[in-house]
Nanobody, 119 residues
Framework: QVQLVESGGGLVQAGGSLRLSCAVS?????????MGWFRQAPGKEREFAAA????????VYADSVKGRFTISRDNAKTTVYLQMSSLKPEDTGVYYC???????????WGQGTQVTVSS
């Protein structure tokens, strides 16, 4: 099993920054190929934001966040981060950390952390 716990969400004004963290643990962390961040705004479906391969560190971003968000992982591969800058009100939503064996197949999910961007 893989356990994911997000932290770092909160309230920030437009133009500000937040750094989300996702602690990764469990007996099957070796099975992870990619870690991703997804978000869900009120009344909308969950959407992809960013992902990183767990071993090589290759990254991919949604067009909506490219240039503003940066995904990274620590050397021990125990934590994945999402550095968010130039935040906009439309970035508001619940952000979820996820792990999977492929770029577009995620099997493990965290509980989510709320990010609210005020104008």
């Amino acid at each position: 099993q893989v356990q994911l716990v997000e932290s770092g969400g909160g309230l920030v004004q437009a133009g500000g920054s937040l750094r989300l963290s996702c602690a990764v643990s469990g007996r099957r962390t070796f099975s992870i190929y990619a870690m991703g961040w997804f978000r869900q705004a009120p009344g909308k479906e969950r959407e992809f934001a960013a992902a990183i391969t767990w071993s090589a560190g290759s990254t991919v971003y949604a067009d909506s966040v490219k240039g503003r968000f940066t995904i990274s992982r620590d050397n021990a591969k125990t934590t994945v981060y999402l550095q968010m800058s130039s935040l906009k009100p439309e970035d508001t939503g619940v952000y979820y950390c996820a792990g999977g064996r492929r770029w577009n197949e995620y099997n493990y999910w965290g509980q989510g952390t709320q990010v609210t961007v005020s104008s």
